[in-house]
């Protein structure tokens, strides 16, 4: 097993951990789905589908993240989210930042809408 297989495993080890705020529905090498939890009191009565999308590369690449479950967000745009204004990207990961702070970081900028950087609708 390579090391980035280990390094994935290991990342998908610590996310089924994370039972409160995010259920793994699936994972592979290419992707991992799983529906985080907020805690926000708009949020909290649902969980959202969302895709990790990871590079052949990664993680030497960031992952693209998608909400597969539509979900109604000043900083949700077509299924892409926004964080401070800016569509998560390469910019913002380094190759040690770990899916479990991926997520977390998703699920703060949904519990914590950042209303200075909304994104335009797309319609």
Same mark, same amino acid.
């Given at each position: 097993?390579?090391?980035?297989?280990?390094?994935?495993?290991?990342?998908?080890?610590?996310?089924? /951990?994370?039972?409160?705020?995010?259920? %793994?529905?699936?994972? *592979?090498?290419?992707?991992?789905?799983?529906? !985080?939890?907020?805690?926000? *009191?708009?949020?909290?009565?649902?969980?959202?589908?969302?895709? %990790?999308?990871? @590079?052949?590369?990664?993680?030497?690449?960031? @992952?693209?993240?998608?909400? =597969?479950?539509?979900?109604?967000? @000043?900083?949700?745009?077509?299924?892409? !989210?926004?964080?401070?204004?800016?569509?998560?990207?390469?910019?913002?990961?380094?190759?040690?930042?770990? %899916?479990?702070?991926?997520?977390? /970081?998703? =699920?703060?900028?949904?519990?914590?809408?950042?209303?200075?950087?909304?994104?335009?609708?797309? !319609?």
């Amino acid at each position: 097993m390579s090391v980035i297989h280990k390094r994935l495993k290991c990342e998908i080890d610590k996310l089924q /951990q994370l039972s409160g705020s995010f259920i %793994l529905d699936s994972a *592979s090498p290419d992707a991992v789905i799983g529906r !985080i939890l907020p805690q926000s *009191s708009i949020f909290n009565q649902a969980g959202f589908q969302i895709e %990790l999308k990871l @590079p052949p590369i990664y993680p030497f690449a960031c @992952p693209h993240i998608h909400f =597969i479950t539509r979900i109604y967000h @000043p900083n949700v745009d077509s299924g892409n !989210i926004y964080f401070g204004g800016i569509m998560y990207s390469s910019d913002d990961y380094k190759t040690t930042t770990s %899916l479990v702070e991926i997520v977390n /970081q998703i =699920i703060n900028v949904i519990d914590n809408p950042d209303i200075d950087h909304a994104v335009e609708p797309s !319609i």
